[in-house]
C-alpha cells in the first residue's frame, strides 16, 4: 500500500488530486498546505512512500520545504514529485539539483502519468 503526502496549498488542487489517486486505489493520502506543516508531518510521522510537492506556497516554499527537509536529514529516501504551474525553466532547472526530485509536472496534472509513475514507485524503480 503506497502512503502519499501532498504539500499543496490550493483547496480545489486538493480535491482533484484526493479524488484522482482514491480512484487509482490509493487510499493512504495525508494533505498538508505549506512547506512548514511537510516539515512538521515528516517530524511526527513516518516517511510517506512519495511525496507531490508545489513549489509557490505561502509560509514556505516548495524550495525552502526541500531545503529545510534535506538539512534536516528527514526522509533522505523518499522521492518526490513536484506539481505546479510554474512551466519556468530556471524552476526545471533548480529541480535537477535536487536529487530526491523524481518528477517535474506541470498543472493540470496528467493522471494518466501520475498512474504510471504510481505503477513503478510499487516496483521502486522510478526514473528521473
Known sequence: MI????????????????TKLNSLGIQNISIVTNGQMGIDYLKSNHCPDLILL???????????????KNSLGLCPDIPIIITTSSGRPEDRSKASAF????????????????????LNLKQKKIEL
Open 99 to 118: 536529487n530526491d526530485i523524481c518528477k517535474y509536472l506541470e498543472k493540470p496534472v496528467n493522471y494518466d502519468d501520475l498512474q504510471l509513475l504510481f
Open 3 to 18: 502512503d502519499i503526502l501532498i504539500i499543496e496549498d490550493d483547496d480545489v488542487t486538493n480535491f482533484i488530486s484526493q
Open 54 to 68: 508545489d513549489i509557490n506556497m505561502p509560509i514556505l516554499d516548495g524550495w525552502e520545504f526541500l531545503e529545510t
